[in-house]
């Protein structure tokens, strides 16, 4: 094993960086993961992910985490229900009939929310594993390892740190200087919170799984949470400044239901019931991902990991699942194969993560057009195997 003497540090306590810290600490190696958040309740988590066979359930299992999963994971919440801009239902999964897809079937991709799985991996890690309050600023060379930097906390060192601190990574310029690419599409996230009560003809619709509405090139895509939130996501394809100089104001629900009863004026007016209360809150979402073709010289003492490493749109349900998939690949690399140096367990590390990312962010630039064109009702659809005339 390559980390036999080794200090490793994890820089971001997301799924990634948890996993990886949960895998590496069952071989007994000496980790720390430092997370910028004051604690593990002090930031609100997204919304819901949903786990693939071969590369999230595939981490978890390794994990020894499945069972704890299986306690936290929402049934049903994997269905999914289409509309047209009329609100008329075109497909929904909840009115299938024919076997259920359960654990081991490698279609079945169950539900759960951020938090739990959150809450799930910090509990499986040891107390003096995870420093809490630990917000980044910079690597400094110390011998042949890095002596790491925080805000207002004290410097640490290691012999490997992997960066480990999402989209926008605050490390990953110490290993390369590849910048992200805009997807043409951006998007304004919404959260009604209560929405059974605040906006309860929309959540009908979902019935706690996923809702897709889409027509002429304008998609909203619906997802349902365990405490009853209602996350949305009003995608459109627009310039990358276009949020920037488009005159609405996120901090203001009425600029946004503005905008929106004009956008979508020929949408029905049903949809408006995601401003009728002010129990909601909105994000700007502009979508970026990195070249396919991305490479970097690989280091002896620093690597990364999910989206640090590979961002891309949501339009997949690829993101964590490629982030766990990265966690227990370095893992696996380090701990369970044989290689002279880890220099070169890293670059093989790398060169397998960079090629299987590289076809996962050409399938979701697909997903991402394919949302926002003018036949993307159609399109997804065909995702699901319904044929044209079918609806």
């Known amino acids: 094993m390559q980390l036999r003497n080794e200090k490793v540090a994890i820089i971001g306590g997301g799924p990634a960086g948890l996993m990886l810290g949960r895998l590496l600490q069952g071989q007994g190696v000496d980790i720390k993961i430092y997370e910028r958040d004051k604690d593990k309740y002090a930031r609100w988590q997204g919304s819901a992910l949903d ?7 595939k981490a978890i299992t390794a994990a020894g985490l499945l069972e704890n999963f299986k306690k936290l994971y929402r049934p049903g919440a994997d269905k999914s229900v289409v509309v047209d801009s009329r609100m008329r239902v075109i497909k929904d999964d909840h009115l299938a009939t024919g076997k259920e897809l359960t654990f081991g079937d490698e279609l079945f991709r169950p539900e759960i929310d951020r938090g739990p799985l959150r809450d799930m991996l910090v509990s499986s890690i040891k107390e003096e594993n995870i420093v809490w309050d630990a917000r ?14 925080f805000e207002d906390a004290p410097s640490a060192y290691a012999d490997l740190v992997i960066a480990a601190d999402g989209a926008n990574s605050k490390l990953r310029k110490y290993l390369t200087d590849i910048t992200p ?14 929405a059974d009560i605040n906006a309860p003809k929309i959540w009908g619709l979902a019935k706690g799984g996923s809702l897709f509405a889409l027509e002429n090139g304008k998609t909203i895509s619906f997802i349902t949470k365990g405490d009853g939130t209602l996350t949305f996501l009003i995608g459109l394809e627009r310039p990358e400044d276009w949020l920037a100089v488009s005159g609405i104001d996120l901090g203001n629900k009425q600029s946004v239901e503005a905008w929106f009863k004009e956008e979508f004026a020929d949408w029905n007016s049903g949809w408006h019931e995601l401003f009728s209360t002010d129990e909601v809150s909105f994000l700007p979402r502009v979508w970026y991902h990195f070249p396919q073709d991305q490479h970097w010289i690989s280091q002896s003492n620093l690597t990364m990991i999910g989206d640090a490493a590979h961002r891309i749109p949501p339009y997949a349900g690829e993101g964590a699942n490629q982030a766990l998939a990265d966690a227990l690949d370095l893992y696996e690399t380090l701990c369970c194969e044989d290689f002279n140096t880890i220099t070169e367990a890293i670059s093989s590390f790398e060169h397998k993560m ?28 065909n995702l699901f195997g319904v044929e044209a005339g079918d609806h």
């Open 181 to 194: 690419v805009y997807s043409g599409v951006t998007s304004i996230e919404g959260n009604i919170y209560r």
């Open 51 to 57: 786990m693939h066979h071969d590369t999230g359930l």
């Open 136 to 149: 980044f600023t910079a690597l400094k060379p110390s011998g042949t390892g890095w002596n790491i930097y």
């Open 354 to 381: 960079l090629l299987r990312s590289a076809a996962i962010t050409d399938e979701t630039l697909k997903n991402t057009y394919g949302f926002h064109q003018g036949n993307n009702l159609q399109f997804l659809l």
